[in-house]
Nanobody, 123 residues
Framework: QVHLVESGGGLVQAGGSLRLSCAAS????????MGWFRQAPGKEREFVAA????????YYANSMKGRFTISRDNAKNTVYLQMNSLKPEDTAVYYC????????????????WGQGTQVTVSS
């Protein structure tokens, strides 16, 4: 069982930055690939980024490449999402998730989810 808690969301102006954190419980954090997803009102949850168990491999949705950076610290049981050059269309609830089967773009491959943190980007 993995319990995930996101933090770091908030209100930011377009062009600004935020750093999201996701703290995981348990001693098995390093055995899970981690992902970030987001969901805007009226839209489906979409993939943002993912990182392998060791942190050596990362994946991004095309619209986030060059602006977002996913990283993890296995000693701290935490995964991060650094978001730069934010746009109003980045407004959403951001979720972190843990996948025992490795990195994936798909929500159904993730076993555990956090409660989400709201990110609002004003124009």
């Amino acid at each position: 069982q993995v319990h995930l808690v996101e933090s770091g969301g908030g209100l930011v102006q377009a062009g600004g930055s935020l750093r999201l954190s996701c703290a995981a419980s348990g001693r098995t954090f390093s055995t899970y690939a981690m992902g970030w997803f987001r969901q805007a009102p009226g839209k489906e949850r979409e993939f943002v980024a993912a990182i392998s168990r060791s942190g050596g491999t990362t994946y991004y949705a095309n619209s986030m490449k060059g602006r977002f950076t996913i990283s993890r610290d296995n000693a701290k049981n935490t995964v991060y999402l650094q978001m730069n050059s934010l746009k109003p269309e980045d407004t959403a609830v951001y979720y972190c998730a843990a996948a025992s089967g490795g990195t994936s773009y798909y929500t159904y491959d993730y076993d555990y989810w956090g409660q989400g943190t709201q990110v609002t980007v004003s124009s």
